[in-house]
């Protein structure tokens, strides 16, 4: 018997995943009026749609949106509610977009179930215009999320995956606090009297607006982060291509350990 292959295990694994019902829409209505509500948004594409929540928030909108998701059963719900939507796998199969074909792509917590991501992202650079926009959010690891990749997920990794891919990140906007008991040592998270609203939730806003006055991102202090950002198809577009070329033997690009 043969082994099932990427796409097949993905579109298995996925396919009753909304058979018990939905998220609510309250992540999906911020997405919107974060990044959605100004100027002309264009042709847009959601990788990742799901039952279709977020595609039918834009039909009402008057956007033209269309997406894509392995869940079979998250497709026949984008069917019911008339929108258009098909079932694959990007990280084994190619978008059925030519390219340059959208203004804006949106990728909600979609990443850390993908198999190939690195393939995913390339599909989604190709169908892209130049210069068009990118919204891709992944949750924080110390929510306890589990991963396929744990090291790609954390905060500086994964800007790093769609920096080098030729992606420009613009703004990273977070959504909901992580647990209060995040904040603390491991050891001390069992403690009721500290773990609370007062001693951890205090202890977390104190650090989150330090953060913040020196200008940097206190990632660890949010549930999720979802990143804007730009298609520049003028950056490295083949890191793949890259790595082979500086490993292979009697390369003249040998890489060099970081400065």
């Known amino acids: 018997m043969q082994a099932p292959g990427p796409r097949e295990i993905a579109l298995r694994a996925h396919s009753n995943y909304y058979n018990e019902g939905a998220y609510d829409n309250d992540r999906l209505r911020w997405t919107i009026e974060e990044f959605l ?8 594409l959601e990788v990742g749609c799901g039952n279709g929540a977020l595609l039918q928030l834009l039909k ?13 059963s998250g497709i026949e719900r984008c069917a019911a509610t008339g929108v258009r939507a ?3 796998d990007v990280s084994t199969e190619s978008l059925p977009f ?5 203004d804006l792509i949106l990728s909600l917590e979609t990443f850390e ?34 991963y396929l990749y744990p090291g790609l997920f954390q905060y500086k990794n994964f800007r790093q995956f769609l920096e080098q891919s030729g992606i420009e990140i613009e703004r990273v906007a977070p959504w909901q606090w992580a647990p209060r008991e995040t904040i603390l040592p491991p050891a001390l998270r069992g403690i009721p009297v500290l773990n609370g609203r007062v001693i951890a939730g205090g202890v977390r806003r104190i650090i989150e607006r330090t953060y913040r006055v020196v200008g940097a991102f206190p990632s660890f202090c949010y ?5 804007e950002c730009r298609n520049n198809k003028a950056g490295r577009t083949d890191i793949y ?19």
């Not at 009402?60 to 079979?72: F, M, T």
């Not at 030519?98 to 959208?102: K, S, Y």
């Not at 599909?123 to 926009?133: N, P, S, T, W």
């Not at 009697?250 to 400065?259: A, M, N």
């Open 223 to 227: 549930w999720l982060w979802t990143f």
């Open 37 to 44: 509500s100004r100027g002309n948004i264009g042709s847009v």
């Open 113 to 146: 179930h993908l198999m190939n991501p690195y393939y995913a992202l390339q599909e989604i650079r190709r169908v892209l215009k130049q210069d068009g926009r990118f919204v891709c959010s992944i949750p924080n690891p110390l929510t306890g999320h589990p």
């Open 86 to 88: 098909s079932c694959l």
């Open 241 to 259: 291509r890259d790595v082979s070329h500086q490993t292979r033997p009697s390369s003249d690009r040998h890489f060099k350990p970081p400065v």
């Open 60 to 72: 009402e909108r008057g956007l033209e949106a269309v997406g894509v998701d392995a869940s079979k």
């Open 98 to 102: 030519a390219d340059d074909t959208f």
